[in-house]
């Protein structure tokens, strides 16, 4: 994950911004955007954790679920020092209409806590997550909220809630979080959904702006899951990733990037860095980690964190193709800019959706107790995201509307009949 720009701008803001585009183009009433824009549920919490030495350490956590009018809240756990409520308030409405574009049945959720988790102890880790999780065991459930992995949290934090909730309930529940362990009920090919989704959507996109992705430079910001996978199979396609980055700096090679020799790199440093990626392979390292974005590149996959591109790098990005792998990459003011040079955009609650795709499998799967084979996942998550990448494509030309606005017009319509069928409770 990559340094923020300077310019700091509130993801929420900007999520609403993207929202009232879509609603306006949908005549919304006031009392329809009433229920569905604001969050509906916000939990702020101090957690007391105790520390190796025998100290009792503070953390402060959140959860926040946006809209569960059509499931339960789904959304990740963050772990990282710059989490806060603005944050993850936009995480979980992205979440609510992620779940919506591609139709499963969640509604929006999105957990953090502030922490660095390179920082504790793994005995720490475990007694701050088994904490969280205590803290939230009324507001978790399989019908209620279901968790997931986010930055800095993995599947062995998962098997620790999947625990203490199961603990708490005295029963043996897997349906209440996934991204678990196999031997716990993950499904196979969790690991690597967030960027296979996004593959799916990348090659309907060059398809469709007639690019050979076998002749395709690419470059990638952000290195961690979603980022190393997306230059995998990116790669597998005959794609050239030319220019890869993480908090260590930004590699470039016109030539194309050796990903094996990445990967290899990242696995022998402690925390998954491309640190030292130059001494193993032909790479120059670049002064400034933000020049990733603004490479001479076909297809741009910012893979790390909200407003990577502002108002102030927008000018500089050559690429024809945006893929968000990560949430909230692109500013509102940033947006406008992009759609005037004719940017094909593959907006987040589109592109990045096989995360929580193949989340939905896993939870479904637990719910039966009978699990598919790799080949089962893929073909799912293959229709799944195709599907929704042609109706949202299909809904951008016939009403001249950019992906993302035309992709919130489809979520957002989705949400707001159910939530029209479902009434108002009083």
Request: hydrophobic share 40%; with cysteine; aromatic share 8%.
């Amino acid at each position: 994950m990559n340094a923020l720009p300077l310019k700091k701008s509130n993801p929420f803001e900007n999520a609403l911004k993207q929202f009232d585009k879509a609603a306006k183009f949908l005549n919304l009433t006031e009392n329809q955007m009433a229920k569905i824009k604001e969050p509906r549920r916000i939990v702020e919490l101090n957690l007391p954790v105790r520390m190796d030495d025998g100290s009792v350490r503070t953390f402060k956590g959140y959860r926040v679920h946006h809209n569960i009018d059509r499931g339960p809240a789904k959304g990740g756990i963050r772990f990282h020092p710059d989490v806060n409520m603005d944050d993850v308030k936009a995480l979980a409405f992205w979440m609510t209409f992620k779940c919506a574009v591609v139709g499963i049945p969640f509604g929006g959720g999105k957990g953090g806590v502030i922490v660095d988790p390179a920082a504790l102890s793994q005995n720490e880790l475990e007694n701050l997550t088994r904490r969280y999780c205590a803290e939230l065991v009324d507001l978790f459930g399989p019908d209620s909220d279901v968790p997931a992995p986010d930055v800095n949290t993995n599947a062995q934090i998962m098997a620790w809630i999947f625990d203490t909730y199961s603990m708490h309930k005295r029963q043996h529940l897997p349906g209440v979080v996934t991204g678990k362990p196999l031997e716990l009920g993950g499904s196979v090919g969790r690991n690597k959904a967030t960027a296979q989704g996004m593959v799916f959507c990348v090659r309907e996109a060059a398809n469709h702006l007639k690019i050979n992705l076998n002749q395709a430079k690419v470059a990638i910001q952000g290195f961690g899951n979603a980022g190393s996978f997306a230059a995998q199979l990116l790669s597998e396609d005959g794609a050239k990733v030319i220019g890869i980055s993480d908090v260590s700096g930004a590699y470039y090679n016109p030539d194309g990037i050796d990903i094996v020799k990445a990967l290899e790199t990242c696995r022998n440093n402690k925390r998954w860095l491309l640190q030292g990626l130059e001494m193993h392979t032909k790479v120059e390292k670049l002064d400034n980690p933000m020049k990733v974005l603004e490479l001479d590149v076909d297809i741009l996959i910012p893979a790390a964190l909200e407003n990577q591109i502002t108002d102030e790098n927008a000018p500089n990005i050559k690429a024809r193709i945006i893929a968000e792998c990560a949430n909230g990459p692109v500013t509102p003011e940033a947006d406008d800019i992009l759609d005037k040079k004719n940017v094909f955009i593959i907006p987040d609650i589109l592109c990045n959706a096989g995360g929580v795709t193949v989340s939905y499998f896993e939870w479904v799967q637990n719910r039966m107790g009978f699990y598919w084979s790799e080949e089962q996942v893929n073909e799912n998550l293959h229709r799944m995201m195709v599907k929704a990448f042609h109706e949202v494509l299909a809904i951008s030309q016939q009403h001249n509307l950019s992906m993302r606005i035309a992709a919130f017009v489809q979520a957002i319509d989705r949400v707001t009949t159910v939530s029209e069928l479902r009434g108002l409770y009083a």
